[in-house]
Nanobody
Framework: QVQLVESGGGLVQAGGSLRLSCAVS????????MGWFRQAPGKEREFVAG????????VFADSVKGRFTIARDNAKNTVHLQMSSLKPEDTAVYYC?????????????????WGQGTQVTVSS
């Protein structure tokens, strides 16, 4: 069983930054492709960013490209989402997810394991 625990959410003003972290336990972390998704009230859960298990490849949603970065530390079994220049439309619950596939996939149905989510609220 794989457990994912997110942290780092909170309230921030527009233009500010937040760093989300996801701690993974239960299996070999380095073999997992990792992704971040978000879900705003009344909307579907959407892909935000993904990183390959080696960490040499990343993918971003167009809405966050240039503002968010993703990184992983395989020695510490963690993945981070650094969010900058935050906008009110970034407000959502952010979820960490793990995929046993080698490629980075945007489809949430492809991910095998999920965290409980962390709330990010951006005020205008």
């Amino acid at each position: 069983q794989v457990q994912l625990v997110e942290s780092g959410g909170g309230l921030v003003q527009a233009g500010g930054s937040l760093r989300l972290s996801c701690a993974v336990s239960g299996r070999t972390f380095s073999g997992l492709t990792m992704g971040w998704f978000r879900q705003a009230p009344g909307k579907e859960r959407e892909f935000v960013a993904g990183i390959s298990w080696i960490g040499d490849s990343t993918v971003f949603a167009d809405s966050v490209k240039g503002r968010f970065t993703i990184a992983r530390d395989n020695a510490k079994n963690t993945v981070h989402l650094q969010m900058s220049s935050l906008k009110p439309e970034d407000t959502a619950v952010y979820y960490c997810a793990a995929d046993r596939a080698v490629v980075i996939r945007r489809d949430r149905a492809s991910y095998d394991y999920w965290g409980q989510g962390t709330q990010v609220t951006v005020s205008s």
